[in-house]
């Protein structure tokens, strides 16, 4: 991970991230990167090692509103997207929201909960909009999921589709923490949570606008050039079943402009490309049988494409 100096308000952001989670910063830089990219985040590990924290710290610092979707196994889409309720003193029906209409949604445990319920987020999470009995909502802005989930071979658990898959910006894992920050993290819960003392840092508006101006961070046809280069790889890959989308080749652009916005730069480098596209492209492709047979996993075969790959050497700055 690069180590730069954040821009001003995405460091407020961080500081109250890092006051609640410990040792966490990698995991806090992706999900930021992902939220000024206005894209969506999937974190998979198993239960009780900070997921929905992460979640609701961020919700909290940046001042939008927070709704929370407790995925269960006899969820009905209407129980998201919302419903429509017969007024009888009106003499007609009533649109009643679902937790959907929020702008920062914790979709949590998403794979406990069956395939139709799971798709009730595809539409507004790759459009920004639900269509609902025939109309279509806009969803407010900002919009940004980040969904849960434990790990697929646990019991009652229902893989998300490729089609599902692919709606999100990145995936990651937060892993357990070392001996050292679970003492710390004993030492700060011992009294009162860290994220009740928390405040907003930025409004609504200022992250509008700063997902805006990621927008405008230079991308140079070299660094394009070495986006496609590695896609094409893992499509031609000999182990890879289903390669990376032009889908794929996009959120990683936009990735790494976020990122390197993030990181107080108006232009991209191919180590910010080097950096994000494990955690982008990794869930967006599919191996072959032999491969799994032989352990091998997505993330490592990303590894391995980006040591093939030649970079780009020049100097990147805009202009």
Known sequence: MITETLQPKVAKVMENIEKVMIGKRREAVLSLTALLAGGHVLLEDVPGVGKTMLVKTIAKSVSSSFKRIQFTPDLLPSDVLGVSIYNPKAMEFEFR???IMGNIILADEIN????KTQSALLEGMEEGSVTIDGY??????????MATQNPIEYEGTYPLPEAQLDRFLLKMKMGYPTAEEEMEVLTRQEKVAPIESLDSVITTEELIEIQNQVKNVFVDASIKEYIIAIVRETRNHPQVYLGVSPRGSIALMKAAQ???FLHNRDFVIPDDIQFLAPYIFAHRVILRSEAKYEGISAEELIYSILTQVQVPIKRYVKG
């Open 258 to 260: 976020s990122y390197a």
């Open 136 to 145: 279509t909502y806009k969803l407010p802005q900002p919009f940004f999921v």
């Open 97 to 99: 929201p679902g937790p």
């Open 112 to 115: 406990r909960t069956s395939p």
